[in-house]
């Protein structure tokens, strides 16, 4: 999609720091990173969100993920990753082509663990929770 950052970078009419390229996916150094090593995995194709991608595409998106994420884990000499996705703009998301981030952690980085991202504690039980989500799987 022309004016897209990320299929621009896909496409290499755009400099970014690439790390691996496969058939459908391209994973490059984020610009502002959270650690070093921090890693963009995405899809070649235009998807603006998670969502919009088709299951097997999403697929193909995560497990190049993992593989890279052992890879850059390994030459960074990290103790662990973290790996998420922004998914929408209230979750955070800036850049609306789809990625995974893939984010090395260090002893004494002085960040958090993936649930730090949000805390807001919620009404319902969890039994009706689940009777709520479980819901979604048969109405689609
Ligand atoms: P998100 O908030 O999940 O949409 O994250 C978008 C990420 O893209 C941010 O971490 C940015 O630092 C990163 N980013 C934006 N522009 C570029 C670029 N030209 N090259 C590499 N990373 C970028
Ligand atoms: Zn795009």
Known sequence: MSGCLFCQIAQGQRPAHNIFEGEGTVAFLDILPCTPG?????????YATLSEMPAEEVG????????????????????GFNM?????????QEVFHAH????????GDGGGSMKSVARMSGKE????LATKIRQAFTSS
């Open 38 to 46: 921090h890693t963009l995995v995405i899809p070649r194709h235009h």
């Open 60 to 79: 193909k998106l995560f497990q190049a993920a993992a593989m890279v994420a052992e890879r850059v884990q390994a030459a960074m000499g990290a103790a």
């Open 84 to 92: 998420g996705i922004n998914n929408g703009k209230e979750a955070g």
């Open 100 to 107: 995974i981030h893939i984010i090395p952690r260090y002893q």
């Open 125 to 128: 039980d969890l039994e009706q």
